[in-house]
């Protein structure tokens, strides 16, 4: 038996794991690479191992650093199953379809650029919405908790991850009697008393554990002190007659930030203004969350659901339908709140809000999300001036925050707690984190668990081991 690291090893995407038992395979997600749209298309172009080897996969949750690759598994002849729960399933339809237009309408940008200039490369798209229709016709979902067979080598459960919804953690238990091992997967781990669903809920026992670094060296704030952010941000930003420009990803933080905007009207703590959510994508996702009251945790069912209310609606919160009421958003002239993506503005609408918006000191954009190196959002972030938008050199004026209390992830502590509370570990594969991040974990259980006797490697890309 072993596991080859194809993906989020030595970084925070592009999940990809691939476990080998008497000739049969189990890829343990398919991610896309994110980042600056150049690079990450270079990773993205070519999967890093034969995909007519490939008996099954199994996917922790619907984010496209842990999905986004699937549709190209399709395109390239697989027709096995994709094992995951109901909810990150129809989470997955919006979003593959989503990526399958945006990458049409790009390489159709690309290949219009090229014919002006010969030393433009135009770009392909990795796959077409045929494809990501195939790939999502093998999706095989199944309850959290319940014990199914997958290659008929594995046994497999999930547990909730805690992390969005439908998100799940995977324990496996592969070969037979004296010969098994028992192997819990994490995927991305939420932290604990996060707002609207539920808490995360430990694997089985287990020898070998594979977890997410993301924050191995961070200690989060509180939620209360998150939200308490928020509200002075959005507040100043209303009494300079200014908008608030939010680059978000469409599933889940969009959902969190709707949450606690409601929560904040609610209490009286920041002044009522329009909100905008100019996402058709985000849109979609949350009418699926919504569509789900039973993952939702005790909170969120006190404030809301017990009395009839949508956690994710509320007076004066408007959905724009189409780009033509994006662009009418331009020149809206009344304080307002605009969420669009893309989270890291590479991409989507809120490329053209930055363009109309980052010249006026009046506005704030607001950073909610993790920014990959290169990407326009770092770029703004760190104080790049003038940034480069559509081409165009644009000076920066808008104010620039960022809120890290919006973050899925677990901390370093409750990272550890995970693993304190699966029983039998012996073997701890630390993914999904940049290298500095994972080493602060590594060494932090050295120092401070070192009588937990776990052995921790940091695996590197494409690294394979026996176990």
């Known amino acids: 038996m072993n596991i080859t690291f194809h993906g989020a090893a030595g970084g925070v995407t592009g999940s990809k794991h691939i476990i080998e038992h008497e000739g049969k395979k189990i890829l343990l997600e398919c991610g896309m690479h994110q980042g600056h749209w150049r690079e990450s298309y270079e990773q993205n172009k070519e999967l890093p191992f034969d995909v007519s080897t490939i008996d099954a996969v199994v996917l922790s949750h619907a984010h496209i650093d842990h ?7 399709a395109k390239q002849g697989y027709r096995g199953p994709i094992h995951t ?40 798209p990795l796959y077409s919405a045929e494809d990501a229709e195939t790939c999502l016709s093998l999706m095989v979902t199944h309850p959290r908790q319940e014990e199914f067979t997958v290659a008929d080598i594995a046994q497999v459960t999930f547990t909730n991850a805690g992390h969005i919804l439908g998100s799940s953690q995977v324990h496996l238990k592969i070969g037979k009697d004296q010969e098994q091992r ?54 100043d930003t209303y009494s300079r007659k200014g908008k608030v420009i939010i680059p978000s990803f469409a599933l889940e933080r969009t959902q969190e930030i709707l949450y606690d905007l409601h929560r904040l009207y609610n209490l009286g703590k920041i002044p009522r203004m329009a909100v905008f959510v100019d996402s058709p994508l985000a849109t979609n996702f949350t009418e699926i969350f919504s569509e789900h009251l039973d993952d939702f945790d005790e909170e969120t069912h006190e404030f809301f659901i017990d009395k009839n209310k949508n ?32 989270g890291m503005c590479e991409a989507g609408r809120v490329k053209h809000h930055l363009a109309h918006h980052i010249s006026d000191k009046r506005n704030t954009i607001l950073f909610v999300g993790y920014q990959a190196e290169h990407t326009l959002g770092r770029k703004i972030l760190e104080g790049e001036n003038p940034v480069r938008i559509f081409g165009r050199s644009v000076t920066v004026r808008a104010n620039i925050f960022k809120i890290s209390g919006y973050s899925a992830h677990a901390d370093q502590k409750q990272l550890v707690e995970n693993l304190e509370k699966t029983p039998g570990i012996e073997k701890i594969f630390l993914v999904h984190g940049d290298g500095s991040q994972a080493t602060d974990l590594k060494e932090h259980i050295a120092k401070e668990h070192a009588s937990k006797k776990w052995e921790v490697i940091i695996p590197e890309p494409q690294q394979k081991f026996e176990l």
């Not at 940008?109 to 200039?117: C, I, Q, T, V, Y």
């Not at 010969?118 to 770009?123: D, F, K, R, Y």
């Not at 994490?186 to 539920?198: A, E, W």
């Not at 331009?330 to 669009?340: F, T, V």
Request: hydrophobic fraction near 40%.
């Open 67 to 73: 999905s986004g690759l699937l549709p190209v598994l």
């Open 85 to 124: 729960t109901q909810a990150t399933a129809e989470l997955l339809r919006p979003l593959l379809m989503d990526a399958a237009h945006i990458q049409a309408e790009d390489a159709a940008f690309w290949k219009a650029r090229a014919l002006e200039d010969p030393t433009i490369t135009a770009l392909d």
């Open 182 to 235: 028992s192997i819990g997967f994490t995927g991305d781990l939420g932290p604990s008393n996060r707002k609207i669903i539920h808490d995360p809920v430990p694997v089985p026992p287990c020898t070998i554990m594979i977890s997410e670094s993301t924050y191995g060296g961070r200690i989060h704030k509180p939620q209360s002190t998150t939200r308490d952010e928020l509200a002075k941000i959005v507040s």
């Open 311 to 342: 956690p994710f609606a509320f007076k004066g919160l408007v959905h724009t339908a189409d780009t033509r009421e994006s662009k009418k958003l331009n020149r809206y002239d009344k304080p307002c709140i605009i969420i669009a993506g893309s």
